[in-house]
């Protein structure tokens, strides 16, 4: 199953690796997933209902799936195919076969079967009967498993499968949301089956959450090898950027190029200042200098950050992360996060790993310290390093030797919220992240909020029971509104609130962004007890998270709820040439009040073979308004990263480093809060005016003209400027 393997010793004395019977290799896991049986035991899952209203409503939201006929026959040869196999699907998602993936199939198979220790551990335990034993009118259209209902194994085999996967595919937020999606149909299957509840889906979901930090550790060898199967990397370290771009290069070489025109010299990344590197237009960058001499960085200004994973012990991060405040929205429960955890004792054990490494320490690692790595370690990620880019970006700090970082308000604090594996368009996950996100303005602290995470809309059919949400009253509701949506633009009237536009080089926003620029269509819900429901939290709950309590409130919240008081910012990229990027999104209506930042525009050293015959020829066509750089940053370690090997950097002249309207939306963050420091008045759409009018399109190459407003159909208000924002900021304090 893993691919290690001992050079030092003939092979003519030892059983190849590639000869195991995966199928008989995953017992060798065993004795090290048992080490951590009292982990498994202490995990806590909620009762399932054996009478009573609760248990009457899955029987009968069972009985109107037996009914559906036309439904139930659609789903029946997929329903069969996966009481037998489990993989199929996913290895069809990800067009990965056994030639070629000698270690991602066998990992599906490996948490399919780990997985069922610790549901039949919990089916003892609980031992809740089948819904044909409980209602004989049930049909199950497969045979009855031999075991109990709670939690359901199916359930939690495939969301097991699915967050091994986004372990391994890293920073695809799409593809791991259709991984998700593909789990979930599997295990909701079995409800229409017949042989399940929902809430044993729910509790399988549930129970794989819990026990993935677990076995990521357990089978860390397997992971690292489908990580490097699926990333392609051979193990020559045949990274395909080349020259200064590779992992073995040194440090002052994956700088990037430094500028100079005029005998003038910078250090500084071009998108801090721009003064002609690599063939860049000079003045296309955010105007920096400047700003961090009007502005004194205020250390109890935040930066929420809700995105990928995050190394919140890279050296560059780590001083300024707000570890009390962080947040692992994907394995909120384990391991559990240290009481005193903080930059100091985050960097204590930093420097005892070190030395231990060097032989220097030959003491084990204390409890506490165990307990700090694990939770840092399930924090980040080994295929993710998006999160850990973006922070860079913003707080990443330039006084550590050799570092090729620097953040735009290095000095203020950040605010990660890990939310890698909750971009499936669910209404639970909708829900969930909804109520996080209207918890972020009562900390009590200056804040911004950047969202650079994509967010497909719901399914039209994303309802619980397919039948609209059930109010307190017994009411239906077929609601429009995204929970998630609705609280970005709320909090959005609190404190700003930065998105990317998007990623596809269309002509318009993506229907996340408009739901969201609309405050989530809320004006369509009517009560309170409406309100709740959609949010999926209880009518006493609205009090803290809004501020109401009565449908006069809610009419009042609704009139409060207007684009002029938004803080949202809406973010695209440019490239170092002055042109907007070819994947940024814009509004050819000029509404949506967008701003651009510097990003990358690169071509890969070598398209691929594949590349589409019309995507080539754009390319091509585009050639001379192509940028040459992308964003230098901080960068995620061995495969993890944009650079392959132990760069801790990724250099802007990696033709695969890190770009994209998250790296712009990024910088403007980071802008906000230099506009905060200098006032902690600010309103939300203080800022964001503040943004729009300081930015210009004279540093810009523009293909067409503005319109009489001065906003260009591609470029909106133009390359924001912190040194003007923050004047602005100024003035306003005055």
């Known amino acids: 199953m893993s691919k290690s393997k001992s050079k030092s010793k003939s092979k003519s004395l030892n059983f190849p690796d590639s000869y195991w019977d ?61 009481a037998t196999s489990l993989t199929v699907k996913y290895a069809n998602a990800l067009l990965v076969a056994s030639a ?29 009967p089948r819904p044909n034993q409980v209602e004989p009118a049930i049909e199950p259209m497969i045979p009855v498993p031999g075991h109990p209902a709670y939690p359901s194994g199916h359930s939690t085999q495939n969301f097991l499968i699915a967050h091994a996967l986004a372990e391994v595919i890293g920073d695809d937020a799409e593809l791991i949301a259709r991984i998700f999606e593909i789990a979930r149909g599997v295990a909701v299957n079995r409800e229409w089956a017949g042989v399940h509840y929902s809430s044993d889906t ?21 992971i690292e090898d489908a990580i490097e199967e699926w990333q392609e990397f051979s193990d020559d370290s045949d ?39 690599n063939g860049g237009k000079p003045g296309v960058d955010i105007g920096i200098e400047e700003a961090w001499k009007k502005v004194d960085v205020d250390k109890n200004v935040r930066v929420v950050l809700l995105d990928m994973a995050v190394h919140l012990d890279h050296e560059s991060l780590v001083e300024n992360i707000d570890f009390q405040n962080a947040l692992n929205l994907d394995y909120p429960d384990l391991p559990k996060k240290p009481s005193e955890l903080c930059a100091g004792s985050v960097m204590g054990l ?81 829900q969930f992240l909804a109520r996080k996100v209207l918890e972020i303005p009562g900390k009590g602290l200056r ?17 619980p029971n397919g039948n609209g949400i059930t109010t307190s009253n017994g009411s239906s509701m077929a609601t429009t509104v995204d929970p998630l949506a609705f609280a970005l633009a709320f909090v959005a009237t609190k404190i700003p609130v930065i998105i990317p536009i998007g990623n596809d080089g269309t002509s318009e926003l ?79 209506s000029g509404n949506s009040g967008l701003v651009v930042a510097p990003s990358d525009d690169v071509l890969p050293p070598e398209m691929p073979a594949e590349t589409d015959p019309e995507v080539r020829n754009e390319i091509k066509e585009r050639a001379e308004k192509l940028g040459t750089l992308s964003i230098a940053t901080t960068d995620g370690p061995g495969r993890s990263g944009y650079v392959e090997g132990d760069g801790k950097y990724t250099p802007s002249t990696n033709g695969y480093g890190f770009g994209g309207t998250s790296a712009a939306a990024a910088q403007v963050a980071g802008i906000v809060a230099l506009m905060l420091s200098a006032n902690g008045n600010l309103t939300p759409s203080e800022v964001r005016h503040g943004l729009q009018i300081s930015a210009s399109l004279e540093p810009l190459v523009l293909d067409t003209k503005p319109n009489e407003n001065g906003i260009h159909q591609e470029l909106g208000y133009g390359l924001v400027n912190a040194t003007a924002a923050i004047e602005f900021a100024s003035k306003k304090k005055k």
């Open 22 to 82: 995966p199928g008989l290799e995953i017992y060798t896991y065993y004795p090290k997933f048992f080490e951590y049986y009292d982990q498994l035991k202490n995990i806590k899952l909620p009762e399932p209902a054996r009478e009573g209203d609760a248990l009457h409503a899955e029987i009968r939201e069972l009985l109107r799936k037996q009914n559906d006929r036309e439904e139930r026959k659609r789903r029946r040869d997929d329903i069969l195919q996966e």
């Open 100 to 128: 070629s993936s000698p270690s991602t199939l066998p990992l599906m198979e490996a948490m399919n079967d780990i997985s069922l220790i610790a549901v039949m551990h919990f089916k003892k335990q609980f031992s809740r």
């Open 202 to 222: 729910d509790a399988g979901e549930m129970l794989a959450r819990h026990l993935f930090p677990i076995v990521r550790e357990v089978f860390k060898d397997l």
């Open 239 to 277: 990274h395909p950027a080349t020259g200064a771009q590779t992992a073995g290069s040194a440090t002052n070489a994956m700088a990037g190029p430094k500028g100079q025109v005029g005998g003038a010299e910078t250090d500084l990344p071009w998108h801090l200042k721009n003064v002609g590197q």
């Open 350 to 430: 930093l420097a005892r790993e070190s030395r231990i490494k060097s032989g220097e320490d030959t003491a084990l690692l204390t409890e506490g310290e165990i307990q700090t790595r694990q939770y840092l370690d399930a924090f980040a990620s080994r295929s993710s390093a998006h999160g850990t880019a973006c922070a860079g970006v913003i707080v990443g700090s330039h006084k550590i030797a050799g570092s090729i970082c620097r953040g735009v308000a290095p000095g203020c604090q950040l605010i990660p919220y890990r939310a890698m594996t909750r971009t499936e368009p669910t209404l639970k996950n909708r």
């Open 447 to 463: 804040q911004v909020l950047l969202c650079p995470l994509p967010f497909d809309p719901l399914p039209s059919g994303e309802r």
């Open 510 to 588: 993506s229907p996340f962004s408009v739901q969201v620029a609309a405050f989530g269509h809320v004006g369509s819900i009517s009560s309170v007890d409406e309100l709740a429901c959609m949010l999926g939290v209880d009518k006493s709950d609205l009090k803290s998270l809004l501020g109401i309590e009565s449908d006069k409130d809610l009419t009042t919240l609704k009139t409060s709820l207007r684009p002029e008081e938004s803080g949202v910012v809406s973010v695209g990229a440019c490239n170092n040439k002055g042109y907007r990027s070819r994947y940024s999104q814009y509004d050819t």
